[in-house]
Protein backbone atom coordinates (compact mmCIF):
# COMPACT_ATOMS: atom_id res chain seq x y z
CA UNK A 1 0.00 0.00 0.00
CA UNK A 2 2.70 2.33 1.28
CA UNK A 3 4.46 2.03 -2.90
CA UNK A 4 0.65 2.99 -4.00
CA UNK A 5 0.15 5.71 -1.87
CA UNK A 6 3.87 7.19 -2.83
CA UNK A 7 2.35 7.08 -6.84
CA UNK A 8 -0.43 8.86 -5.78
CA UNK A 9 1.42 11.48 -4.22
CA UNK A 10 3.19 12.09 -7.20
CA UNK A 11 1.19 10.93 -9.94
CA UNK A 12 2.51 12.77 -13.00
CA UNK A 13 -0.35 14.44 -14.97
CA UNK A 14 0.72 12.42 -18.00
CA UNK A 15 -0.51 9.30 -16.20
CA UNK A 16 -3.70 10.64 -14.97
CA UNK A 17 -4.21 11.36 -18.92
CA UNK A 18 -3.90 8.09 -19.82
CA UNK A 19 -5.93 6.73 -17.34
CA UNK A 20 -8.90 8.74 -18.85
CA UNK A 21 -8.21 8.29 -22.48
CA UNK A 22 -7.12 4.69 -21.45
CA UNK A 23 -10.34 3.83 -19.73
CA UNK A 24 -12.49 5.38 -22.88
CA UNK A 25 -10.77 3.27 -25.15
CA UNK A 26 -10.95 0.03 -23.13
CA UNK A 27 -14.46 0.44 -22.47
CA UNK A 28 -15.23 1.22 -26.23
CA UNK A 29 -13.52 -1.39 -27.61
CA UNK A 30 -15.62 -3.81 -24.88
CA UNK A 31 -19.32 -1.91 -26.30
CA UNK A 32 -18.17 -3.42 -29.80
CA UNK A 33 -17.79 -7.33 -28.23
CA UNK A 34 -20.68 -7.66 -25.46
CA UNK A 35 -23.18 -4.10 -25.83
CA UNK A 36 -25.59 -4.45 -23.51
CA UNK A 37 -28.22 -2.16 -26.08
CA UNK A 38 -28.08 -2.69 -29.81
CA UNK A 39 -28.17 2.02 -30.06
CA UNK A 40 -29.44 2.64 -32.95
CA UNK A 41 -26.65 6.22 -33.54
CA UNK A 42 -23.71 7.91 -35.28
CA UNK A 43 -21.16 6.61 -32.79
CA UNK A 44 -18.53 9.04 -33.66
CA UNK A 45 -20.88 11.80 -34.06
CA UNK A 46 -21.90 10.81 -30.80
CA UNK A 47 -18.49 10.97 -28.90
CA UNK A 48 -17.60 14.19 -30.52
CA UNK A 49 -20.13 15.79 -28.27
CA UNK A 50 -19.17 13.95 -24.95
CA UNK A 51 -15.56 14.38 -25.94
CA UNK A 52 -16.11 17.91 -26.28
CA UNK A 53 -17.72 17.97 -22.83
CA UNK A 54 -15.28 15.99 -21.75
CA UNK A 55 -12.35 18.62 -22.70
CA UNK A 56 -14.36 21.57 -20.75
CA UNK A 57 -14.21 19.17 -17.82
CA UNK A 58 -10.55 18.89 -17.52
CA UNK A 59 -10.37 22.63 -18.53
CA UNK A 60 -12.42 23.48 -15.30
CA UNK A 61 -10.23 21.16 -13.16
CA UNK A 62 -7.14 22.12 -14.81
CA UNK A 63 -8.11 25.95 -14.00
CA UNK A 64 -9.88 25.34 -10.46
CA UNK A 65 -6.79 22.71 -9.26
CA UNK A 66 -5.47 25.02 -7.08
CA UNK A 67 -8.64 24.87 -4.51
CA UNK A 68 -8.01 21.52 -4.18
CA UNK A 69 -4.63 21.45 -3.43
CA UNK A 70 -4.87 24.41 -1.21
CA UNK A 71 -7.77 22.67 0.72
CA UNK A 72 -5.96 19.00 0.89
CA UNK A 73 -2.50 20.51 1.99
CA UNK A 74 -4.25 23.07 4.46
CA UNK A 75 -6.43 19.91 6.55
CA UNK A 76 -3.32 18.22 6.22
CA UNK A 77 -1.32 20.44 8.31
CA UNK A 78 -3.90 21.52 10.81
CA UNK A 79 -5.23 17.57 11.18
CA UNK A 80 -8.68 18.91 10.26
CA UNK A 81 -11.40 16.66 8.65
CA UNK A 82 -13.15 13.54 10.57
CA UNK A 83 -10.13 11.08 8.79
CA UNK A 84 -8.07 13.36 11.32
CA UNK A 85 -10.32 12.73 14.52
CA UNK A 86 -10.87 8.79 14.27
CA UNK A 87 -8.32 6.35 16.08
CA UNK A 88 -5.17 5.12 14.36
CA UNK A 89 -5.58 2.75 11.39
CA UNK A 90 -4.04 0.28 9.13
CA UNK A 91 -2.93 2.41 5.94
CA UNK A 92 -5.89 0.01 3.95
CA UNK A 93 -8.67 1.00 6.18
CA UNK A 94 -7.48 4.64 6.18
CA UNK A 95 -7.79 4.46 2.09
CA UNK A 96 -10.75 2.39 2.14
CA UNK A 97 -12.51 4.93 3.89
CA UNK A 98 -11.32 7.57 2.68
CA UNK A 99 -12.08 6.82 -0.31
CA UNK A 100 -16.03 5.93 0.79
CA UNK A 101 -16.13 9.17 2.41
CA UNK A 102 -14.76 11.33 -0.42
CA UNK A 103 -17.59 8.98 -3.02
CA UNK A 104 -19.94 10.33 -0.24
CA UNK A 105 -19.47 13.60 -0.56
CA UNK A 106 -18.06 14.77 -3.75
CA UNK A 107 -20.35 11.75 -5.98
CA UNK A 108 -23.50 10.76 -3.91
CA UNK A 109 -24.21 14.16 -2.03
CA UNK A 110 -23.50 16.34 -5.24
CA UNK A 111 -25.68 13.97 -7.30
CA UNK A 112 -28.33 13.93 -5.17
CA UNK A 113 -28.24 18.07 -4.53
CA UNK A 114 -27.92 18.46 -8.41
CA UNK A 115 -31.63 16.57 -8.86
CA UNK A 116 -33.17 18.38 -5.84
CA UNK A 117 -31.94 22.04 -6.34
CA UNK A 118 -33.79 23.35 -9.57
CA UNK A 119 -30.52 25.77 -10.59
CA UNK A 120 -28.04 22.63 -10.11
CA UNK A 121 -30.62 20.69 -12.23
CA UNK A 122 -30.72 23.01 -15.49
CA UNK A 123 -27.18 22.15 -15.90
CA UNK A 124 -27.20 18.78 -15.01
CA UNK A 125 -30.05 18.20 -17.00
CA UNK A 126 -27.44 17.96 -20.41
CA UNK A 127 -26.03 14.60 -18.78
CA UNK A 128 -29.62 13.14 -18.41
CA UNK A 129 -30.29 14.76 -22.33
CA UNK A 130 -27.76 11.71 -23.89
CA UNK A 131 -30.51 8.72 -25.33
CA UNK A 132 -27.72 7.08 -26.54
CA UNK A 133 -25.55 6.15 -23.25
CA UNK A 134 -22.14 4.28 -23.57
CA UNK A 135 -18.69 5.40 -21.96
CA UNK A 136 -18.38 8.60 -23.58
CA UNK A 137 -21.67 9.67 -21.51
CA UNK A 138 -19.65 9.34 -18.61
CA UNK A 139 -18.30 13.31 -18.93
CA UNK A 140 -21.08 14.65 -21.04
CA UNK A 141 -21.10 17.72 -18.14
CA UNK A 142 -22.04 21.44 -18.71
CA UNK A 143 -18.90 23.12 -17.78
CA UNK A 144 -21.47 24.55 -15.33
CA UNK A 145 -22.03 21.40 -13.64
CA UNK A 146 -18.23 20.66 -13.83
CA UNK A 147 -17.82 23.77 -12.02
CA UNK A 148 -20.67 22.35 -9.27
CA UNK A 149 -19.05 18.78 -9.14
CA UNK A 150 -15.47 20.06 -8.49
CA UNK A 151 -17.08 21.99 -5.56
CA UNK A 152 -18.19 19.32 -3.80
CA UNK A 153 -14.86 17.58 -4.42
CA UNK A 154 -13.29 20.42 -2.35
CA UNK A 155 -15.64 20.37 -0.02
CA UNK A 156 -15.21 16.44 0.86
CA UNK A 157 -11.56 16.67 1.11
CA UNK A 158 -12.23 19.29 3.92
CA UNK A 159 -14.63 17.56 5.59
CA UNK A 160 -13.05 14.36 5.27
CA UNK A 161 -9.34 15.89 6.11
CA UNK A 162 -7.74 13.81 3.12
CA UNK A 163 -4.58 13.89 1.59
CA UNK A 164 -3.71 15.01 -1.67
CA UNK A 165 -2.43 11.55 -2.59
CA UNK A 166 -6.08 10.44 -1.79
CA UNK A 167 -7.67 13.07 -3.63
CA UNK A 168 -5.62 12.19 -6.22
CA UNK A 169 -6.67 8.50 -6.01
CA UNK A 170 -9.92 8.65 -5.67
CA UNK A 171 -10.30 10.95 -8.77
CA UNK A 172 -8.62 8.47 -10.66
CA UNK A 173 -10.86 5.72 -9.43
CA UNK A 174 -14.04 7.94 -9.85
CA UNK A 175 -12.90 8.27 -13.63
CA UNK A 176 -12.50 4.70 -14.49
CA UNK A 177 -15.72 3.32 -12.86
CA UNK A 178 -17.63 6.56 -14.51
CA UNK A 179 -16.33 5.27 -17.57
CA UNK A 180 -17.59 1.65 -16.57
CA UNK A 181 -21.10 1.93 -15.37
CA UNK A 182 -21.89 4.08 -18.45
CA UNK A 183 -20.38 1.75 -20.62
CA UNK A 184 -22.50 0.00 -22.81
CA UNK A 185 -21.97 -3.28 -21.99
CA UNK A 186 -23.59 -6.60 -20.43
CA UNK A 187 -22.00 -8.23 -17.59
CA UNK A 188 -22.96 -11.89 -16.71
CA UNK A 189 -26.35 -10.73 -14.73
CA UNK A 190 -25.76 -12.59 -11.88
CA UNK A 191 -22.18 -10.96 -11.82
CA UNK A 192 -23.55 -7.23 -11.93
CA UNK A 193 -26.41 -8.78 -9.25
CA UNK A 194 -23.70 -9.23 -6.83
CA UNK A 195 -20.96 -6.62 -7.54
CA UNK A 196 -23.98 -3.65 -7.42
CA UNK A 197 -23.93 -4.83 -3.35
CA UNK A 198 -20.72 -3.23 -2.81
CA UNK A 199 -19.94 -1.24 -6.42
CA UNK A 200 -22.16 0.91 -9.11
CA UNK A 201 -22.67 -1.50 -12.02
CA UNK A 202 -23.65 -0.98 -15.41
CA UNK A 203 -27.43 -2.68 -15.19
CA UNK A 204 -27.25 -0.35 -11.39
CA UNK A 205 -26.07 3.43 -13.07
CA UNK A 206 -28.37 2.29 -16.33
CA UNK A 207 -31.50 2.24 -14.67
CA UNK A 208 -30.56 6.22 -13.53
CA UNK A 209 -30.67 6.84 -17.03
CA UNK A 210 -33.92 5.87 -17.72
CA UNK A 211 -36.34 8.36 -19.13
CA UNK A 212 -39.05 9.00 -16.62
CA UNK A 213 -39.48 9.34 -12.93
CA UNK A 214 -39.19 7.95 -10.24
CA UNK A 215 -35.71 6.08 -11.47
CA UNK A 216 -34.29 9.39 -13.02
CA UNK A 217 -33.98 9.99 -9.11
CA UNK A 218 -32.33 7.12 -7.98
CA UNK A 219 -29.00 5.18 -8.08
CA UNK A 220 -26.86 8.51 -7.47
CA UNK A 221 -23.74 6.59 -6.66
CA UNK A 222 -20.80 6.29 -8.91
CA UNK A 223 -18.08 4.26 -7.09
CA UNK A 224 -20.21 2.69 -4.19
CA UNK A 225 -23.43 1.66 -3.91
CA UNK A 226 -23.65 1.37 -0.60
CA UNK A 227 -24.86 4.74 -0.24
CA UNK A 228 -27.99 4.42 -2.38
CA UNK A 229 -28.92 1.03 -0.22
CA UNK A 230 -28.57 2.76 3.03
CA UNK A 231 -30.14 6.00 2.22
CA UNK A 232 -33.19 4.33 -0.01
CA UNK A 233 -32.17 5.56 -3.18
CA UNK A 234 -31.63 2.15 -4.66
CA UNK A 235 -34.05 1.12 -7.75
CA UNK A 236 -33.98 -1.64 -9.86
CA UNK A 237 -34.95 -2.08 -13.20
CA UNK A 238 -34.71 -4.61 -15.98
CA UNK A 239 -32.44 -3.76 -19.08
CA UNK A 240 -34.98 -4.67 -21.43
CA UNK A 241 -37.34 -1.96 -20.02
CA UNK A 242 -34.74 1.11 -19.68
CA UNK A 243 -34.94 3.77 -22.29
CA UNK A 244 -32.44 6.23 -22.40
CA UNK A 245 -33.05 10.30 -22.01
CA UNK A 246 -35.27 12.52 -20.13
CA UNK A 247 -39.08 12.80 -20.68
CA UNK A 248 -38.44 16.62 -21.43
CA UNK A 249 -35.76 16.58 -24.04
CA UNK A 250 -36.35 13.68 -26.40
CA UNK A 251 -36.27 15.11 -29.57
CA UNK A 252 -32.83 14.28 -31.22
CA UNK A 253 -32.52 18.00 -32.35
CA UNK A 254 -32.14 19.02 -28.81
CA UNK A 255 -29.94 16.08 -27.45
CA UNK A 256 -27.73 15.78 -30.27
CA UNK A 257 -27.19 19.44 -31.06
CA UNK A 258 -23.89 20.95 -29.15
CA UNK A 259 -25.05 24.94 -29.21
CA UNK A 260 -28.65 23.56 -27.71
CA UNK A 261 -26.97 21.66 -25.24
CA UNK A 262 -25.01 24.44 -24.05
CA UNK A 263 -27.89 26.91 -24.00
CA UNK A 264 -30.38 24.56 -21.87
CA UNK A 265 -29.63 26.19 -18.33
CA UNK A 266 -30.45 29.48 -20.22
CA UNK A 267 -33.63 28.84 -21.20
CA UNK A 268 -36.70 29.48 -19.70
CA UNK A 269 -37.44 27.52 -17.15
CA UNK A 270 -40.74 25.06 -18.03
CA UNK A 271 -37.93 24.43 -21.08
CA UNK A 272 -36.10 22.59 -18.07
CA UNK A 273 -39.00 21.45 -16.30
CA UNK A 274 -39.41 17.02 -15.64
Known amino acids: MEN ?55 IVNFVLAFLLLMTADWVTENNFGILNLIPKMSIWVYAIAGLLLLDLIGAYLSHLTEHRVKLFWRFHLIHHTDTWVDTTSANRHHPGESVIRFLFTVLGTLIVGAPMWMVFMYQSLSVVFSQFNHANIALPKKLDKVLSWIFVTPDMH ?47 TQHNNLRFLLKIPFLKQRDTER
Do not use: C
Request: neutral net charge; proline residues 3%; hydrophobic residues 45%.
Open 4 to 58: IVHYFSQIPSLHRALILAGGIAFFWLLERLRPMLHLEYKKWHHAGINIFFTVTTI
Open 206 to 252: KVHHHYMLPYTDSNYGNIFSVWDRLFGTFSYLERAEIIYGIDSHMDA
